[in-house]
């Protein structure tokens, strides 16, 4: 799942729930900026209660003073380090803690925050991509060439960003206990250099490394296949722990999420067609290392 790019906090594409009979339920206030202005605000307070001036709190946690306004206005998203030693300087108790997690949240599109909580929760996860590298597998290089490329450009802050949002989600790979992950990958996705060559090899030996893991698959769809399940696009199947099967579906300027039992299944037996006229895993992994080679 490759969360699409646009401003922090700021809803510029739909999203939303899709319900069982096919009505789209008005997608929800955009929670991110919201929550930045809560934390903002509580940074605040307990800077004045310490008694410190904004340059004197920035000297203490190694930010600027106009990086400390940023994040006591609202204006940007402060990483966890940050959080980490604002709540220990502060003494403010574990408050700021509290709100990591959605403070981290707002790093994402507006219409991407649900796909992203329940990405983190899920127990399993089943990707088709047709364009890209997925955001799970992405290296810091490759997912940096992405965003970089995306028009209307972004902001230098904006990408650097996106770039930690993505890379943060790769924590499911060590999870415990370890969800079950599999992705379909179009071949063209991999002989496409974003970035350039060496961009390229780096991406190929992460795949290669993921690909490796007990509890991830790999595939690739060859170029040549004559029979192919899954046309109409990317998506991604999500079972969480309470044993809900939801389905993601991204497309330009909308992203959904079904919960509809028709609609998820009908989903998933694309992706188990898929899985089926793919390359195995490890005929797949054999063609990344030859591709590897040629990069």
Known sequence: MSEPTGRTGQ???????????????????????????????????????????????GALTGYSSSTIAAYEQGRRVPPPRFIDQA?????????????????????????FRDAARLEGEAVELHVYDTHLINGLLQTEEYARAVFTMR????????????????????????RLPMPTLSFVIEQSVLTRPLGGNYVMRGQLEQLLLSGQRRNVAIQVMPNAREEHAGLAGPFTLIETQDARRIAYVEAYKHSRLYTDRG??????????????????????LTLIEELLGEA
Not at 87 to 107: C, I, S
Not at 266 to 283: D, K, V
């Open 151 to 174: 028009r209307p450009l972004l902001s230098d802050e904006t990408i650097e960003e996106r770039v930690a949002a993505r890379l943060a989600r790769q924590k499911i790979f060590s």
């Open 87 to 111: 709540d220990e300087v502060l003494d403010a108790g574990g408050v700021l803690l509290e709100m990591k997690e959605e403070v981290a949240r707002a790093q994402y599109p507006a219409f």
């Open 263 to 284: 609609t998820v299944r009908q989903l998933e037996e694309q992706y188990g067609l898929l899985r089926a006229q793919a390359l195995t895993p490890r005929e797949s």
């Open 11 to 57: 809803a510029d594409e739909a999203s939303g729930y899709v319900d069982g009979d096919g009505d789209e339920r008005p997608p929800e206030p955009d929670a991110g900026s919201g929550i930045l202005r809560v934390f903002g605000r509580q940074l605040k307070r307990f800077r004045v209660r310490a008694g410190l001036e904004r340059s004197e709190f």
